[in-house]
């Protein structure tokens, strides 16, 4: 039996082994159901907005108390990002400045106070053994079961919501202003949809990191993109290929020693993007150019028929 299998074979049989895959595949799944409609609402920049505006109310949670809890860095991360969609919103509907520049300006003001925070509790009394700096690029590694069960509880917190508000999630990232004609509340499942979105990075920060936590939003739902063209079907491929980059960030990291699960995880992510890219029918380059050879020759054969002059295959079938 090779020993990559092997290797692995013992690595599951490890409890924390496990409970960091359960984990990173619950946060792949949740990560891809919501990040869906951010993708089709060309929200794409909002995810890193807050995951970067989690940064502070991490570091803040922590002066305040003064102990390493995952759950009170949880609830300032929580805090934050909301604050975050909060400001972002303000700024949009009270000034001329754009959506995207607003997400510009959020982004680079929490984490540079989020810089400036951790930077005062390193330099403080046993600031170095605060731990804060993991939750920059994340250590997936350091889950254990009650972690394991705060993901299954806010996977199934977000799937649930999106499946139940399908289809005003739906006509909020096509047509909103259809869906206000409609009497649809859309200020209130835009909020919503912005607050799912901080609960999955909030949850995915110590994982994958508040720098990373973007790409595990967005590039399953732009892979899924390139298979379908219905939204549901986009939706659970979605969630899919986030599992899927979860398994394989953790297998990977199973394999190789030392190398962080949250990074492996998205380049995961990343590898299945551009296997959608090249390969995906109809929307793939491989499809695109095969279809246009096909129709290349499929006119050539035409005009030369039309014309009177053998194809290419007839001249060869004449000349042989």
């Known amino acids: 039996m090779p020993e990559w299998i092997l290797t692995l074979w013992r690595a599951f049989g490890d409890p ?19 990040g869906s409609f951010t ?6 920049l909002m995810g890193d907005a807050l995951a970067h505006a989690a940064l502070p109310g991490v570091c803040i949670a922590f002066m305040l108390t003064g102990v390493k ?45 989020g810089i400036v925070l951790l930077t005062q509790i390193q330099h403080s009394v046993g600031g170095n053994q605060s731990g804060l700096d993991k939750f920059l ?21 977000v799937i649930g919501s999106c499946v139940l508000l399908f289809k005003e999630f739906k006509l909020l990232s096509f047509d909103p202003g259809f869906a206000r004609g409609l ?3 859309v200020p209130f499942l835009d909020q919503l949809l912005m607050f799912l979105i901080v609960v999955v990075v909030v949850a995915g920060i110590q994982a ?21 063209e219905r939204l549901g079907i986009m939706v659970l491929l979605s969630g899919l290929f986030g599992a899927l980059s979860g398994v394989l960030g953790t297998l990977l990291s199973t394999l190789a020693n030392n190398l962080p699960t949250g990074p492996l995880s998205v380049l995961a992510a990343t590898f299945l993007f551009l296997i959608s890219l090249l390969f995906a029918p109809r929307r793939g380059i491989v499809s695109k ?32």
């Open 289 to 320: 150019l095969w279809i246009r050879y096909a129709v290349r020759r499929k006119v050539l054969s035409e005009t030369a028929a039309w014309s009177g002059v053998p194809s290419e295959s007839g001249r060869h079938s004449h000349h042989e």
């Open 69 to 113: 809890s995952i759950f009170l860095f949880l609830i300032g991360a929580a805090a934050a990002g909301l604050l975050a969609t909060f400001g972002i919103g303000y700024i949009t509907r009270n000034s001329r400045i754009k959506q995207d520049a607003a997400l510009g300006i959020i982004l680079s003001v929490f984490f540079g106070v």
């Open 208 to 228: 994958v990191g508040v720098v990373l936590m973007v790409a595990m939003l967005i590039t399953p739902a732009v892979s899924a993109r390139y298979w379908t």
């Open 16 to 34: 924390n082994t496990q409970w960091v895959l359960l984990g990173c595949l619950l946060l792949g799944l949740s990560s891809g159901v919501v």
């Open 39 to 44: 993708f089709l609402r060309k929200q794409s």
């Open 137 to 157: 690029f994340g250590q997936a590694a350091s889950m254990v079961l009650k972690d394991v069960y705060m993901m299954s509880l806010i996977s199934l917190f």
């Open 183 to 185: 009497g649809f509340p």
